[in-house]
């Protein structure tokens, strides 16, 4: 609504300012922009205001000045033009007829440009003062940017180790032949990548699948063989491969190749 009043406001400053009778028709009587009042107080307030009040409802945080944001002004501004615009259609000859001839004669009465100037900064005016009061008007044209998704706990930038899906130390790229020890396992070859003849899977290593995971706070990988003596202790922030399922506990690969037992798997991440 305030950019079409502003649209207006334009478009009338190119009509005639005044209206007087029995002129020619071919006399060319001026336009708004003849009169250096009616411009500044008229038209550039009313399109400055405009544009301030577009501009601090396009923007998702409003600059201010002052102490006060750019809506703010542009409201004044456009009350003012449309303050402006009323005084002139009482009075749009200004001074030149009041008082001065002594001929008692009338002066012009005011032009097209001059009303439509009025009705469009009426309207400027009113959308303006509704924009902060009108819940429908008070959403920005352009909307805030949305927060970026948040990772899975525990996630790394896609290429490092640890990234599910990327590759490890000893795994080969795309296009490199074989299957590294701690890969996820193919038909007819067991887990650990090293060829040889098929043989039917156990019932119960048939129901695990190798995963990336992990954990939420420091914890301690014990070795394979029960020795109470951590080996390494896992970090958040950084994937572990889980090779195996050992009841409760996972049998979980490191960045460097070692493999341990983690007993306490409450609350890891999925990969």
């Not at 000893?170 to 890969?183: I, T």
């Not at 063989?225 to 049998?251: F, H, K, M």
């Amino acid at each position: 609504m305030v950019i079409g009043a502003a649209v207006l406001l334009f478009i009338a400053s190119f009509l005639d300012i005044y209206s007087i009778d029995g002129v020619p028709d071919g006399y060319d009587l001026p336009s708004l922009w003849a009169s250096g009042p009616v411009v500044l107080g008229v038209v550039l307030a009313g399109i400055i205001g405009a544009a301030l009040v577009v501009v601090s409802h396009g923007l998702p945080q409003v600059p201010k000045v002052a102490g006060l944001d750019l809506g703010q002004f542009g409201v004044a501004f456009t009350v003012f033009a449309a303050w402006s615009a009323l005084g002139n259609i009482f009075d749009p000859a200004g001074g030149a007829n009041n008082g001065g001839s002594g001929g008692g004669s009338a002066g012009p009465d005011a032009g097209i440009g001059l009303i439509l100037a009025l009705i469009a900064t009426l309207v400027m005016a009113a959308a303006a003062l509704a924009t902060p009061l009108v819940p429908a008007l008070k959403a920005a044209l352009v909307p805030a940017p949305k927060p970026p998704q948040p990772q899975p706990y525990g996630a790394q930038p896609p290429g490092g180790y640890g990234y599910p899906g990327a590759p490890q130390p000893g795994q080969p790229g795309p296009g490199q032949p074989g299957q590294p020890y701690g890969g996820q396992p193919q038909p007819g070859q067991p887990f650990g990548g090293q060829p040889q003849q098929a043989q039917p899977p156990a019932p119960a290593a048939a129901e695990f699948s190798p995963f990336w995971f992990a954990v939420p706070v420091p914890r301690p990988l014990f070795a394979e063989d029960g020795s109470p003596t951590p080996i390494a202790e896992l970090a958040p922030g950084t994937w572990y491969l889980a090779v195996e399922q050992r009841g409760p506990a996972l049998v979980a690969q490191t960045q460097d190749g070692r493999r341990g037992v983690l007993q306490d798997t409450s609350g890891i991440q999925r990969g």
